[in-house]
């Protein structure tokens, strides 16, 4: 009843707003009417209906309410990019790109209903309180949150706070029967975007970019120059599934590849003249051979990097088109802790590209619509507008109209996809049984120190064996010539997986995954 109630409000506020809108209110009570003026500036009308329901408005209005209902609304009407945060949402906003935030240390995932330690993040208040990787989580400062369903955000919630304050933890270890209790006082936990860094081989050296964060560029710094100081030749940097994040950290990692005066990127909007960034020519990785790797969801300070190397031929642009985000948002913060992105201007490539795809009704679609068109699949099927077309320093062919397209491209990798594989992924089989296998085999995992000690471990172990009995227990079997069509897909993704249970995170993870990983492939096939 309150519901009907309220729609009924709700939609009588909104007839009314309409009447004034019109500029018109009919005073029933005198039998005739009055208008109300209407000044030149530009939100008079809208000042106006405000104070007439202030003023006049039959009911109390819940004006907190109405704001908070009416101002996502009003930024939707601008670009897909402008919106208004409420202060939870800008919170985690800006917590997972400043860099850190409060919490304890650990990262979990919850496979059958109980958030199992994947790491303990070294250095961190979970490890000083003696947290273990394969901890099961039960309770947290009493309550129980194993077995009841809790979503993951709220586990979360729970375990995150102010730096400083305490929260207990249970958790059940191993084969013990009484859940270990742990106190841990919250503190600063650094919030990485460099997953990995590591050497594919003697000259060919790897970085995986996850987010352009506050520390971005120095975390890339840290984890490319050891990669030099190994002998370095040639650089994968990937970029792939990176939405963007700062411009200022885009920048500085393209000033370190390229020479002085080199235009990286401008910016140009209505209210906002044009600004150009240009590269001081004192980066340390100018000699470094670059291949820059994007798929469809690498977006914004993704697309300013690669749009700069393309644009100076400077690197080579490996896999499929990028998202198209050539917009630039600016935030707005006010005293009630919500906030909103404003676009204030648009981003151009060195050769005066914007890459920002149209944004019309079928914006939120365009994803869907690439595979629909065969995009993912095939070069060919990339479109391509001639009147957008540049020409870069060297004479290569770009173009213009809705993200970066590659200078190679590498399609979607379906090799080893059955019917099997299929049916295992719906159950999320591959994840749940890298948490079976690393129960079973929890102690070693703990030993292991080095990569060469986690592939002794692997070598040991059956994996293809155990995960096609655990497939079978759970109502899954492959048919002929499926298994091994699958397991080289399969069998990597364990491995890695269950590495991740060790002191080596995604060290371990990534040198599994990159072996099946066919951009990556074919750099090292371009290169040769």
Known sequence: MEDKQRRRLSLGLWLFMLLLICGLYVDKYSGGRRELSVDEGKWSKLMLVLDQIDKSYVDTVDYNRMVEELLPEVMKKLDPHSLYLPPVEL????????????????QFNVPNDTAIVISVIQGGPSEKAGLLSGDRIMKVDGKDVAGVKMNQDSLVKMLKGPRGSKVQVEVKRDNLSELLPFDIVRDKIPVKSVDVALMLDDSLGYVKLSKFSRTSYVEFMEGVMPLVAKGMKDLVFDLRDN?????????????????????????????????????????????????????????????????AMQDNDRGTIVGRRSYGKGLVQEPVYFSDKSGIRLTVARFYTPTGRCIQKPYDENYQMDIIERYRHGEM???????????????????????????????????????????????????????????????????????????????????RIDVGGEFLEYARMNGIVPKRGEWDESKGIVIPQLCGLMGRYTVLDDNAFYPYILEIDNVVDKVKEIRN
């Open 91 to 106: 919170e985690a906003a800006d917590e997972s790109l400043v860099g850190n935030f409060s919490g304890i240390g650990i």
């Open 243 to 307: 939405s963007g994040g700062y411009l200022d950290q885009a920048l500085m990692l393209s000033n370190e590849f390229l020479g002085e005066g080199e235009l990286i990127v401008y910016m140009e909007g209505k209210n906002r003249p044009r600004e150009d960034f240009k590269a001081s020519g004192k980066g340390l990785l100018k000699d470094v051979g670059l291949y820059v790797l994007l798929n469809e969801s690498s977006a914004s300070s993704s697309e300013i990097f690669a749009g």
């Open 377 to 459: 699949l095939s070069a060919d099927s990339i479109k391509k507008v001639d009147s957008l077309k540049f020409v870069t320093p060297k004479g290569k062919e770009v173009y213009g109209g809705g993200g970066i397209i590659p200078d190679i491209f590498v399609p979607i990798d379906t090799t080893g996809v059955t019917d099997f594989l299929i049916a295992c992924n719906r159950k999320s089989m591959v994840v749940k049984f890298s948490n079976v296998l690393a129960d079973r085999y929890r102690k070693d995992l703990r030993e292991v120190k080095s990569f060469g000690d986690l592939e002794a471990l692997v070598d």
